[in-house]
């Protein structure tokens, strides 16, 4: 099986920075996409950021500028930076990975999509 963990989340005030962080562990030969989705009360989940294996990144508009996602291979670990957070980032952050769990998976290009249990930002003004 595999598991995502993530931490990092909190309360901070309007203009100030938080970093999450999301391991990945568990029956994993390669990892395609790490990212992160947030999701606020009342409105659908939504891509914040995500990382390709190549080192492609894609931002949702409203964060670009501000958040940036990085990852380190070695550790099946995906870090999103949030700097000059404002009120509307309040949501709760999901990390995702989009990976092959054995060589056969790689071979027939069978990959898995996972979920973590998500990590509260709250952002006062």
């Known amino acids: 099986q595999v598991q995502l963990v993530e931490s990092g989340g909190g309360l901070v005030q309007a203009g100030g920075s938080l970093r999450l962080s999301c391991a990945a562990s568990?029956?994993?030969?390669?990892?395609?996409?790490m990212g992160w989705y947030r999701q606020a009360p009342g409105k659908q989940r939504e891509l914040v950021a995500d990382?390709?294996?190549?080192?492609?990144?894609n931002y949702a508009d409203s964060v670009k500028g501000r958040f940036t996602i990085s990852r380190d291979g070695a550790k099946n670990t995906v870090y999103l930076q949030m700097n000059s957070l404002k009120p509307e980032d309040t949501a709760v952050y999901y990390c995702?990975?989009?990976?092959?769990?054995?060589?056969?998976?790689?071979?027939?290009?069978?990959?898995?999509?996972?979920w973590g249990q998500g990590t509260q930002v709250t952002v006062s003004s």
């Open positions: 990382m390709i294996s190549g080192g492609s990144t």
């Open positions: 568990g029956t994993i030969v390669s990892i395609k996409t």
């Open positions: 995702n990975a989009d990976l092959y769990r054995s060589m056969a998976d790689l071979y027939r290009g069978t990959r898995y999509v996972y």
